[in-house]
């Protein structure tokens, strides 16, 4: 697991229809841990469940980090978990990371949010409102009860709330975000950034599959992608200078935890970033989705808690 520290919930916000906003705070008068918008943080809950949730208060925030949670009665318990929550309970906290940066210095962003997906978005929102940058929001709910955050937009400035776009496709005249004309009106230096479920990621992607990489920025709740557990090769731990047999149906995570080898890990699906491993020699099989195209192909990290090998050993910086 990564380094944690104590929070205290220090306030339980109802935000809509099965949407809980939690306000942590230190539990002394420090201040917490820097994040820029984008960031998330580990939440360490009750019946050792670790689960990733992205910030939603603003960067300039250092006395409190603000995440909000959907239940999700048929997932894998964490949201269940974050639920039973209560204020005045304390809890261990890992983080902040950041796979999804925001590039400050772009002439016009523009943010698509579907669902729980707003929380990484609005925390850019704001700080593209307080660098005076040119931005915009859409933000795709089935309905206005299932949409959180909708008071923090009414709260905006009339300039800044005119930025803010609500798309409610399940309500009477609502209609889904057209994606395609929506990056067609905008100019090739133009920064696209989507958080959402998964079929909405791969729409947008699709919809902005001409423009340049650098300007598409995509985060996923939960990965699309199958983890390597192939097993049948060997994991070299050059500073212990143990080598490990990774067997089939088990991924490198798993070996490595079986063996005793402590490493930070919280998805265990590849979005996350926090098991990342250097890599000295070998051929990782990549299926994690924080590492972009390019570093990929440089072959000197790997996420071990979805990955696996081309090469019959891999030897890792451990
Ligand atoms: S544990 Fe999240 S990327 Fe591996």
Redesign the pocket.
Known sequence: MSPTFQVLVRSITLEAAGVLSFELRPLDSQLLPAFTAGAHIDLHLPGGLVRSYSLLNSQDERHRYVVAVQLDPNGRGGSRAAHELRVGQTMGIAGPRNNFQLAEAAPHTVLVAGGIGITPLWSMAQRLQALGRSWELHYCARTRQQAALLDRFEALAPTARARVHLNFDHEPGGSALDLAGLQSRHAGETHFYCCGPTGMIQAFQAATAQRRRECVHVEYFASPIEAAVAGGFAVQLARRKTRLLVAPGRSILQTLLDAGVEVP????E??????EVPVLAGEPEHR?L?LSPEEHARNTRI?V??SGSRSDTLVLDL
């Open positions: 890990y919280s998805c265990m590849g979005i996350c970033g926090s098991c994690d924080v996420m808690c979805c």
